[in-house]
C-alpha cells in the first residue's frame, strides 16, 4: 500500500510538483513527512483542509505526519501569496492562535500510539531560542542572495517592498525542515504549490549540511469553477472556529459547491474510495437535482469538523429552512437555527398568549391586524404546522423540548423564540 501512495495522492489531485525519486523513496518504507501552518488567524480555515488531507491521506499509507505549528515562523509572516507585509501579531496572540489551530488539526489525523501516529509540534520550540550568529553562521551561509531573489515568494514583492525580516523566513522555514530531519527523520515536506520554493531550499540545506536526501511535494492552490477563490463567500473567509463560521453556514458552502467542482472536491476533501465517489457521480447524473455528491460532501467535511451530532442539527436546520416536504422539528434543531434566524427571548409565562402578539413580537408583521391577515390568510406557521384559526392561543404544547417555538410567515421568513432555560 505504501508503494502506490504517490498513485493515490496523484487520482486525489494533490500532486502538481514533486521532487524527482519520491516514487522510489516511498518504495523504501514508511516516510515522515510534514507540514507547517501559519498561526496568524485564530482558526484554520478552508485553504488548510488541502495539506491536511493530504497528511491524512499519507497516514492512511503507514507514513507518520507530522503537524507544525508556526509559533516561531509567525512571528515573522509568510510573504508568499501576500501582496503587502503582514502586521505582527504579539507572542501571546500566537500563542493563542496555536493552541485553538492544534486543536483544530487533531480533526484530521491519529495521534494515537504506534509507527505512525501523527506528532504536533510547535517550531518557536527551536526557533525562538535561536541564537543569530550561530544561525547566521550555521545557517546563512549556505544561501546566497541572488538565488534567494529568484524564489517566487521573493520575486512577487520587489515592487511593492519586501522587508529583511520577511525576506529571512525561506531560512527560518529551510531551518525547520533541517531540524526535523535531525531529530524526527522527517525527509519529506508537503504544502500548497506557492511554498515550493521554502520547500526547496530546505532539501538543499539538508544537502549541504547533512549530505543526506529529502524531498518535497506540493498541491495546486484549490480554485472553484466559477472563478472565485475557495473558501470564500459574500461574508468573507470559511472557518472551522464554530465561532467564526457556524456549523450551519460551513455545512451550506459544501451543499452549495459548483456542479462543476464535486468530482475534485470529494476526492481532495473527503477519504471515500474511488467507487463510492464514483457511485455517488453517477447518483448525480440521475438525481442532479438532489445533488446528493454535495450533500455527502457536506456530511462528510462538517462530521470531521464539527461531529456528528451537529451535523444532524444542521441538517435538520437546513430542511427547514430550504422548505423540504416532511422536515422534522426537534429539540436539538434549535441551537442551529439561533444562529441563523431572528431569535426572540420570551421571558417569564407565555402560555396563553395570543399568537397574533408572538407574531407581531417577533417581527413577522408590522401591526397586529397585519397579523391576524396573515393567520385568517393561511400564511403563519406554528413549528412547521399551518395556522388559520386568528384567536389561537399558545399553549405550553406549543414549547418543543419545553422552551422554543419556531414561527414562519409564508415559504421563508421565519423567527424562533425561545424560553429561559
Not at 501582496?83 to 488539526?105: A, C, F, G, T
Not at 515550493?196 to 549530505?211: H, P
Not at 492552490?221 to 459574500?234: H, I, P
Not at 413580537?361 to 397585519?370: D, F, I, N, V
Amino acid at each position: 500500500m505504501a508503494t502506490d501512495v504517490l498513485k493515490e495522492l496523484e487520482w486525489r489531485g494533490f500532486v502538481q510538483q514533486a521532487t524527482p525519486g519520491l516514487a522510489a523513496h516511498f518504495a523504501k518504507g514508511p516516510v515522515t513527512a510534514y507540514c507547517g501552518f501559519d498561526p496568524t488567524a485564530p482558526s484554520l480555515q478552508l485553504g488548510n483542509l488541502m495539506p491536511l488531507m493530504l497528511l491524512a491521506n499519507l497516514q492512511r499509507a503507514g507514513h507518520r505526519p507530522i503537524v507544525l505549528m508556526g509559533g516561531g515562523t509567525g512571528l515573522i509572516g509568510d510573504p508568499s501569496g501576500k501582496s503587502s507585509e503582514r502586521p505582527l501579531l504579539s507572542k501571546e496572540q500566537i500563542r493563542e492562535n496555536v493552541r485553538r489551530q492544534r486543536d483544530q488539526s487533531a480533526h484530521f489525523l491519529d495521534f494515537g500510539t504506534g509507527p505512525s501516529a501523527a506528532l504536533l509540534l510547535d517550531n518557536a520550540k527551536w526557533l525562538v531560542e535561536q541564537r543569530l550568529i550561530d544561525f547566521l553562521r550555521d545557517v546563512g551561509k549556505h544561501f546566497t542572495v541572488n538565488v534567494m531573489m529568484q524564489k517566487e515568494s521573493v520575486k512577487a514583492r520587489m515592487e511593492s517592498g519586501l522587508s529583511f525580516t520577511e525576506f529571512s523566513y525561506m531560512l527560518l522555514q529551510a531551518y525547520d525542515f533541517l531540524h526535523l530531519y535531525r531529530e524526527r527523520q522527517c525527509t519529506l515536506q508537503v504544502a500548497g504549490s506557492d511554498q515550493w520554493g521554502n520547500i526547496t531550499a530546505g532539501i538543499e540545506l539538508i544537502r549541504r549540511v547533512e549530505n543526506a536526501e529529502a524531498h518535497g511535494l506540493v498541491a495546486p492552490l484549490v480554485t472553484r469553477a466559477s472563478g472565485q477563490k475557495f473558501g470564500k463567500t459574500e461574508s468573507g473567509a470559511v472557518y472551522l472556529d464554530p465561532e467564526m463560521t457556524s456549523p450551519y453556514k460551513f455545512y451550506q458552502f459544501w451543499v452549495n459547491v459548483d456542479d462543476r467542482d464535486v468530482e475534485s472536491y470529494l476526492k481532495l476533501f473527503t477519504l471515500q474510495s474511488r467507487s463510492d465517489i464514483d457511485a455517488l457521480l453517477a447518483e448525480q447524473k440521475r438525481h442532479p437535482a438532489a445533488r446528493p455528491a454535495q450533500r455527502a460532501l457536506a456530511a462528510d467535511v462538517t462530521t470531521r469538523v464539527h461531529g456528528t451530532e451537529l451535523l444532524s442539527g444542521v441538517q435538520a436546520a437546513s430542511a427547514i429552512l430550504f422548505g423540504e416536504e416532511q422536515a422534522e422539528v426537534h429539540p436539538q434543531v434549535f441551537d442551529v437555527l439561533a444562529g441563523e434566524i431572528p431569535t426572540i427571548a420570551v421571558e417569564g409565562e407565555a402560555d396563553g398568549v395570543a399568537l397574533v402578539d408572538l407574531v407581531t413580537r417577533a417581527g413577522l408583521a408590522k401591526s397586529k391586524s397585519e397579523a391576524r391577515r396573515s393567520i385568517e390568510q393561511g400564511g403563519i406557521y406554528v413549528n412547521q404546522q399551518r395556522i388559520n384559526d386568528v384567536a389561537r392561543t399558545i399553549s405550553s404544547q406549543d414549547w418543543i423540548g419545553g422552551r422554543n417555538l419556531l414561527l414562519r410567515k409564508g415559504k421563508k421568513e421565519y423567527a424562533l423564540l425561545r424560553r429561559a432555560g
